[in-house]
């Protein structure tokens, strides 16, 4: 009886040390499959119960690294897997759907919008992150699914200020046609006139400009 009872021990204390053996290898072999775009190898290791939302050594989602990289064909894997949680966080409170709306990565982030991803959230917004870039569809679609137009970073700098700083002037003019406010004002007291000015963008402070005075009421004669 005693000599059973060690064996079943000695047995099961084996196969838990595979077990860990398996786990670090699996958790090695996931992100270095999200660096080469290697969906197959992350769907197989998802299959076998690995967790889809594991952290890498900087407590970076897979999900997060896999939209940065790009590597689209894990990116899109992992949103179809159901377990995936898209709204998570990274310590910098950067989403998966702002990395997508940085990148331009429409596709992408009409996929994780789909899935359940936030448009809006406090601090910095993917609305934010698509204005810097540039990228007016990714815009268009996140104002469609009611992304706030003037949300304020920790900062109190708006979408308009970033566009009107970074971005295009196409991105400038979308969020002044959508009702963006461009008297408003960061910590620092500039708008996004000043913003534009700060790195000599004439003709986009004018666009803004042109906007303030628009809005403007007019008096009667």
Same mark, same amino acid.
């Given at each position: 009886?005693?000599?059973?009872?060690?064996?079943?021990?000695?047995?099961?204390?084996?196969?838990?040390?595979?077990?860990?053996?398996?786990?670090?290898?699996?958790?090695?072999?996931?992100?270095?499959?999200?660096?080469?775009?290697?969906?197959?190898?992350?769907?197989?290791?998802?299959?076998?119960?690995?967790?889809?939302?594991?952290?890498?050594?900087?407590?970076?989602?897979?999900?997060?690294?896999?939209?940065?990289?790009?590597?689209?064909?894990?990116?899109?894997?992992?949103?179809?897997?159901?377990?995936?949680?898209?709204?998570?966080?990274?310590?910098?409170?950067?989403? %998966? &759907? +702002?990395? @997508? $709306?940085?990148? *331009?990565?429409?596709?992408?982030? #009409?996929? !994780?919008?789909?899935? =359940? /991803?936030?448009?809006?959230?406090?601090?910095?917004?993917?609305?934010?992150?698509?204005?810097?870039?540039?990228?007016?569809?990714?815009?268009?679609?996140?104002?469609?699914?009611?992304?706030?137009?003037?949300?304020?970073?920790?900062?109190?700098?708006? %979408? &308009? +200020?970033? @566009? $009107?700083?970074? *971005?295009?002037?196409?991105?400038? #003019?979308? !969020?002044?046609?959508? =009702? /963006?406010?461009?008297?408003?004002?960061?910590?620092?007291?500039?708008?996004?006139?000043?913003?534009?000015?700060?790195?000599?963008?004439?003709?986009?402070?004018?666009?803004?400009?042109?906007?303030?005075?628009?809005?403007?009421?007019?008096?009667?004669?």
């Amino acid at each position: 009886m005693t000599l059973h009872c060690h064996r079943r021990h000695c047995l099961a204390a084996l196969l838990l040390g595979t077990a860990g053996w398996a786990s670090a290898g699996s958790y090695e072999d996931f992100f270095a499959a999200i660096a080469k775009d290697d969906a197959a190898t992350v769907v197989n290791l998802l299959r076998r119960g690995f967790d889809p939302n594991t952290r890498d050594p900087n407590g970076q989602h897979g999900l997060f690294l896999a939209i940065r990289a790009p590597s689209p064909r894990v990116a899109q894997a992992l949103i179809d897997w159901p377990q995936t949680e898209v709204e998570s966080l990274n310590k910098a409170d950067e989403s %998966p &759907l +702002m990395a @997508a $709306a940085l990148g *331009g990565q429409l596709e992408l982030a #009409r996929k !994780l919008i789909a899935r =359940g /991803a936030a448009v809006n959230k406090t601090g910095w917004t993917p609305l934010h992150y698509a204005t810097t870039n540039g990228h007016v569809e990714v815009m268009r679609l996140l104002l469609e699914e009611h992304a706030f137009i003037d949300p304020e970073s920790p900062n109190k700098t708006t %979408p &308009l +200020m970033m @566009a $009107a700083r970074y *971005g295009s002037a196409d991105a400038v #003019r979308l !969020l002044l046609q959508e =009702g /963006a406010e461009p008297l408003l004002k960061n910590e620092q007291g500039m708008t996004a006139i000043d913003f534009a000015n700060s790195v000599n963008r004439a003709d986009v402070a004018k666009l803004i400009g042109d906007a303030v005075r628009q809005r403007q009421p007019r008096g009667k004669w």
